[in-house]
């Protein structure tokens, strides 16, 4: 059955897991990677097996996350693709991490979680950023106007899709599924425009530390002295995104992350392509500067075996406060993937706990 509560982690789905993890629940962030010599339809089996291993684990909620024109993703259409997961799961939640509000007409994103959630009732979160997640020119393909791209159309569009799951201002137009069919909403952000906003409109925030860790204090601050209590929530409920790479050593961990690395590099750099095999990332040859910028976006994210993963998930939670912590693993082969988030399930997660 699905939590009474669609934003609080305190009743995870599963067992092993929901008998481990009391105060900070953990959930899962997948972008169905791609892996140099696969296929984008080998990714997505990859996502799918990852959502039954994690539901069997116990772990909270599966997102997967909206990006386009990037050949190492294939969660670029994540409605089409979570009602695969939804067909092929049955406790965890699903949902968006996140649908990106710019790139889609809202009645658009009413009509397709209106209908997800008429499907699988109580079990969809609808994540939504304003980033469009590429670039200008794919972004300008996908929504095929300017109008509604900049970050200050953002407000009215959002209120547009809530007004379409409510029928709060009935017009010509009815959501059909969508109107009284309204999943769990959050907004997910990197600064702090989303994270005031959602404090404003009493809504759960998801902050992205896995790629911009040095606003993650900035803006749960922010979105904290912001909240004001609403029909979803009467206090702040925040989550918070880390890469996390478990093995049974520091040094396989390391090695494990080495495609992510370089993959987020090249992206960086123009030259995105499918991630490449942990032997090709060790072997890559990073000047001086490219492994700065490396070290810099690994500061604050969680690698290395179940000891050093539990302190620096611990440090993190600590840190930040965080009610629940979402968990993104990006490694070459899915069995590593999948084994990463069963040595965190089984050695890391009952170790969890915020000081009083």
Same mark, same amino acid.
């Given at each position: 059955?699905? +939590? ?8 995870? #789905? ?15 962030? +997948? ?11 080998? #990714?997505?089996?990859? $996502? ?29 259409? !994540? =409605? ?46 609808? /994540?939504? /950023?304003?980033?469009?997640?590429? +670039? ?16 200050? /159309?953002? !407000? ?26 309204? !999943? ?13 906003? =959602? ?16 606003? $993650? ?51 960086r750099s123009g030259r995105p392509? !499918?991630?490449?095999?942990p032997d090709e990332a060790a ?15 690994? +500061? /604050? ?6 000891? $050093? ?46 000081? #009083?």
């Open positions: 059955m699905a +939590d009474e509560n669609p934003y609080a982690g305190t009743k995870p #789905a599963g067992v092993g897991l929901a008998d481990r993890v009391i105060t900070v629940p953990l959930s899962v962030l +997948d972008l169905a990677p791609v892996a140099k010599g696969t296929t984008a339809g080998a #990714a997505l089996q990859a $996502t799918t097996e990852l959502a039954r291993r994690t539901e069997e684990l116990g772990y909270h909620r599966f997102w997967v996350a909206e990006h386009h024109n990037m050949p190492a993703i294939a969660s670029s259409a !994540p =409605a089409v693709l979570l009602a695969h997961l939804a067909a092929n799961t049955s406790t965890i939640r699903l949902g968006s991490g996140g649908v990106m509000l710019p790139n889609h007409a809202p009645l658009v994103v009413a009509e397709q979680f209106g209908t997800l959630e008429a499907l699988h009732p109580g079990r969809i979160d609808l /994540g939504i /950023g304003r980033a469009p997640g590429t +670039d200008q020119v794919t972004a300008l393909a996908l929504r095929r106007t300017m109008e509604g791209l900049s970050a200050e /159309g953002f !407000p009215r569009e959002l209120t547009d899709l809530m007004n379409y799951f409510s029928g709060e201002k009935p017009g010509q137009i009815i959501a059909t599924p969508g109107r009284g069919e309204q !999943p769990a909403v959050w907004l997910l952000g990197s600064s702090g425009f989303s994270a005031q906003l =959602a404090g404003l409109l009493g809504l759960p925030f998801s902050f992205a530390h896995h790629f911009s860790s040095q606003n $993650t204090l900035p803006a749960l601050a922010l979105y904290r002295q912001n909240f004001r209590p609403s029909q979803w929530l009467d206090k702040p409920y925040a989550m918070v995104a880390v890469n996390a790479v478990c093995a049974e050593t520091d040094e396989r961990a390391e090695w494990l992350a080495g495609p992510s690395a370089l993959s987020f590099l090249k992206l392509e !499918p991630l490449s095999t072997a890559y040859p990073y000047s001086e500067i490219e492994r700065e910028f490396i070290v810099a976006r690994r +500061d /604050g994210q969680a690698m290395g075996s179940p000891e $050093t993963v539990r302190r620096q998930l611990t440090d993190l939670v600590e840190r930040t406060g965080a009610d629940e912590l979402m968990l993104t693993t990006l490694v070459y082969d899915v069995q590593d993937r999948v084994r990463s988030y069963e040595l965190i399930a089984e050695q890391v997660a009952g170790g969890l706990r915020r000081s #009083a």
